[in-house]
């Protein structure tokens, strides 16, 4: 199947998250991604740009979900209490459910990937379960953040 998105970009919009994403995550992660895909340009859902006036929200982000290869989560605890992003992750979980993924030949597979940035203690059983990129110590928020020599390591880590 032809997916319209890479991937589905799923985090909290609250600080430090959404400006954290918005300003040092996505584009490096868009770059990096776009050179793991041969050089093409990654196709990334990201509401911020992939939902314009007059579209609703809710069936926007069914249909980028339906349309996309993978969710990337941006974990921390207060993630898993947002109810847009339960929503989000819950559509994803029935999709690996649909597609057998966890299951048979698919058992150590999934659909959605996590971007641990806060201690993983609180987080549900199944994101404790799955392997995770560990940012905790890139969650900087502020121009500062890219003075530093931790902005190095960030960019690499993507």
């Known amino acids: ?14 600080c430090p998250s959404g400006p954290w994403v918005n300003d040092h995550f996505l ?12 050089g093409r340009d990654a196709r990334i859902f990201y509401d911020r740009d992939g939902i ?9 982000l069914k249909e980028a979900l339906a349309h ?29 459910v649909k597609l057998g993924y966890g ?8 659909l959605i990937v996590g971007v641990r940035v806060n201690d993983g ?15 905790g110590p890139y969650y900087v928020d502020g121009p500062g953040f890219r003075q530093t020599p931790l902005f190095v390591d960030f960019q690499k880590a993507i």
């Open 52 to 60: 314009h006036c007059g579209q609703k929200w809710p069936a926007a």
């Open 1 to 14: 199947m032809a997916y319209q998105y890479d991937v589905f970009l799923s985090y909290l919009h609250e």
């Open 121 to 135: 203690n609180w987080f549900p059983q199944y994101a404790k379960d799955s392997q995770r990129a560990d940012f």
């Open 103 to 110: 299951s048979g030949d698919k058992k150590k597979e999934g």
């Open 27 to 38: 584009p490096y992660f868009r770059h990096q991604l776009g050179n793991a895909l041969g």
């Open 68 to 96: 996309s290869s993978c969710l990337l989560g941006i974990w921390n605890p207060k993630y898993f209490h947002s109810q847009w992003c339960q929503n989000e992750t819950a559509i994803m979980r029935h999709r690996e």
